[in-house]
């Protein structure tokens, strides 16, 4: 993966942030942020969407366990109904590179935006693939949002939350018609919306 992406940074404080959890109806929008040791590489880094759920529960282990530094951080389903998803993951994605310690020299950030921050960084068009600080912090954010969304099952049985992660599959939107619109979906979402 290494020799897919060059960056303009060459020194060891190079963080790499993804966010996951634009498309779904429901829950918050989980960004991560790594900054990985040169020294102790993590081997079988890539997109966490090509990867298995069991595969990338261990990665993340390996990540946490193996990194200079990492982050988790989050935009409430308030903050993206407020601000627009855009808006919401660029906010979780500024918060998880702040919680770094130690702080980056450079930020590479998946997509073709950066957030307005105070960090150098670059946008990597499937940076998640391209970028192993990317991959890592891809996997970390969904490890982390599907647990979430796994623990939103218990909460708000019937929804389907712990298969379908909030996204809008048939069931889904079966159960919200059914069950009617919980605090935990994003009122701003067509499909949510449409049922208030």
Known sequence: MKDRYLCAYTGPALAGVDEVGRGPLA?????????????????????????????????????RASSLA????????????ELNILQASMLAMQRAVEGL?????????????LPQW?????????????????????????????????ALEARFPGYGFARHKGYPTAAHLEA?????????????FGPVKALL
């Open 118 to 150: 105070r960090y150098r960084a670059e946008a990597v068009v499937k940076g998640d693939d391209r970028v192993e600080a990317i991959a890592a912090a891809s996997i970390l954010a969904k490890v982390q949002r599907d647990a979430e969304l796994v």
């Open 101 to 113: 310690q130690p702080q980056p020299e450079y930020v590479l950030v998946d997509g073709n935006r």
């Open 27 to 63: 829950g918050d929008v989980v960004a991560a942020a790594v900054m990985l040791d040169p020294q102790r590489p993590v081997a079988g880094l890539r997109d966490s969407k090509k990867l298995s759920e069991q595969r990338r529960q261990a990665l993340a282990q390996d990540i």
């Open 176 to 188: 919200l018609r059914t069950l009617g619109v919980t605090p935990v979906h994003r009122r701003s």
């Open 70 to 81: 990492w982050s988790i951080a989050r935009a409430s389903v308030q903050e993206i109904d």
